[in-house]
């Protein structure tokens, strides 16, 4: 990097630092916490959105929220004190967190498989599969939705699995890479906390027992779940708001201008900038001779979604809870399933689901015969291959750590009790399903974190909804906690779902983000206004509250997107 590039860098790292030190000192006081509780990420976006370096400004919240629980715990801030805790307490302890550490392995190991997969043939299988069923990139859209609406048991999963297989057939079909980011990371999320059976519901029905158990109310916490789903007013919207898009082939703001050039020059990936998985533009290929099959890709792919399933089931077979429910319901049943998610270690199961999917690819990949009947790729050359699209990964790596680091240390500082503090005072019953769905936001988007945000949320605002107007204002509250939880994270720059995405379609992070948010927060806006806001004022029921939204929605594609596959007006 050229030396101007560095003091530029630095200048406008400085300004970000001075800026978020400002806003720290003007907030007021709240309880036992103070502004400082939302510096760190509050940095972490200001330097990432002004430098355009996540990682720069990840590492520099970090410190920044060490520095501030060093002052607070009245120890000498001295420089290796503060390294230290940043280094030992905010990163090195939750990576070895057995979640994080399986994730990152199911993440890498898929990476892997998919990049042997390409060279195999199963990509290019199929993308003459799509060529011709449909041929086009409405198609390749459309069944990109499709894959993300199909695999909806976990978010991660739904991610990795998607992103991977489909971004290189985008890119044959002239599909920007933002555009591939957009449609896994808005599938992913709202499709697991729709979902009767995903690894969302476990844990959501839990918060909502416990939750329940505390306020002494006579309901389960999956019956409060299943009369909440009709007002999830956000995950509904979105996924409509996905495939309404595809249909009208329309796009506006910052995505429009990625799919015009995408359409126009082939850049599926704008110049200058650098996928978060560390891949090259150009897609691998099968070595000449070997015939291109769909059933290449699709039978790794099969064998991780099957795996998991089976995994979970196994591992959580003994479990008291699972042994009850087995007696108390079906194998198949929702229920069964709802207690196998809550009982089971899924990232574990989904670690091991990738390494059998990247063992099949590896024996399909090895028995491959090219026209003379001969194998071309020997087992030394497809492990190097597996091994080289992990190495490339590095880059996304830092990102996740780091990512997984500044929520640890925004818990340390109070980011999320100061939200709360800051709100819960101008809490009324007419708004209040509105107000609990932003402050959801506002606490997900800054912590980058769903689940902590819900953890956080749901016993402190559905008491409070319980007691100002009963059971309609509790369920409508409590859809609003796990919607804006979802909604702040989708946007999040340092969310790790957010990062995954970029991830998995290959795609700049902050290309994704920048493009991502103009349609989240349309779909955001259409659900706090005609969703938690009319509902919660009886203006009318939650179904007419959706198709207003999506009216709404359907209007503002209409009116002000564009197709950008439309040739220019003479």
């Known amino acids: 990097m050229a030396t101007s590039d560095l003091l530029r860098s630095a200048t406008r790292a400085g300004i970000a630092v001075g800026l978020a030190i400002l806003v720290a000192l003007l907030l007021p006081r709240q309880q036992d916490h103070t502004g400082w509780s939302l510096f760190p990420p509050l940095l972490a976006i200001l330097v990432a959105m002004v430098t355009g370096r996540l990682i720069l400004g990840l590492s520099l919240a970090i410190v920044g929220a060490a520095t501030i629980v060093t002052v607070w715990n009245g120890v000498p801030p001295l420089p290796w004190v503060i390294l230290g805790v940043a280094a030992v307490d905010f990163v090195w302890l939750p990576l070895f967190n057995s979640f994080q550490f399986y994730i990152l392995g199911f993440t890498a190991s898929l990476i892997g498989m998919v990049r042997v997969i390409a060279i195999a043939g199963g990509t290019q299988g199929i993308a003459e599969l799509l060529v011709a069923r449909a041929a086009g990139a409405r198609s390749t859209r459309a069944a990109t939705v499709l894959m993300g609406l199909a695999i909806f048991f976990d978010d991660y999963a739904n991610t990795m699995v998607v992103g991977t297989t489909m971004q290189p057939v985008a890119d044959r079909f002239r599909i920007s890479r933002e555009k591939v980011a957009y449609l896994v990371d808005s599938t992913a999320a709202p499709v697991a906390g729709l979902a009767v059976i995903s690894t969302w519901i476990g844990y959501e029905v839990g918060l909502f027992e416990d939750t329940l158990r505390q306020m002494g109310v006579a309901m389960s916490g999956y019956e409060l779940f299943f009369r909440a789903l009709p007002m999830r007013f956000y995950c509904i919207m979105t996924l409509a708001f996905v495939v309404m898009s595809v249909a009208l082939r329309r796009d506006y703001g910052p995505m429009y201008a990625a799919e015009r050039r995408a359409f126009t020059t082939g850049q599926t990936l704008a110049t200058g900038k650098r996928p978060a998985s560390g891949r090259e533009v150009e897609t691998i290929s099968a070595p000449p001779g070997i015939s291109a099959h769909w059933i290449t890709a699709a039978a790794p792919i099969a064998v991780v979604v099957t795996a998991v399933f089976a995994g979970m089931h196994a591992d959580a077979w003994n479990a008291t809870p699972v042994v009850a429910a087995r007696e108390q319901h079906a194998l198949f049943s929702l ?171 290959s795609c700049d992070h902050l290309s994704h983000v920048w493009t991502q948010i103009p349609y989240a927060v349309a779909t955001m806006a259409a659900a706090a206004l005609f969703g938690y806001l009319g509902t919660s004022l009886s203006l009318y029921g939650g179904m007419v509250g959706i198709g207003l939204g999506l009216a709404s929605l359907a209007l503002l594609l209409l009116l002000v997107g564009k197709d950008p596959e439309a040739k220019p007006t003479e």
């Open 335 to 505: 229920n069964y399933w709802t207690v196998v998610m809550s009982n089971t270690d899924t990232a574990k199961m989904m670690f091991i689901a990738s390494l059998l999917g990247s063992g099949l690819t590896f024996a399909i990949a090895a028995t491959r015969r090219d026209g003379n009947g001969h194998r071309p790729l020997g087992l030394r050359r497809i492990a190097l291959t597996w091994i080289k699209a992990i190495r490339g990964f590095h880059y996304a790596i830092a990102i996740l750590v780091l990512a997984w680091g500044i929520k640890e240390a925004c818990t340390a500082v109070g980011t999320s009790s100061y939200l709360v503090a800051v709100l819960s005072d101008r809490l009324v019953p007419e708004i209040l399903p509105v107000l609990v769905f932003l402050l959801a936001a506002a606490i997900a988007f800054s912590i980058g974190t769903s689940w902590t945000t819900m953890a956080i949320l749901l016993p402190t605002m559905v008491p409070v909804a319980n007691e100002m107007g009963g059971l309609p204002l509790t369920v409508l509250t409590a859809a609003a906690v796990l919607d804006g939880a979802i909604f702040g994270d989708h946007c999040s720059p340092i969310s790790d779902t957010t990062v995954l995405s970029s991830i998995a379609a």
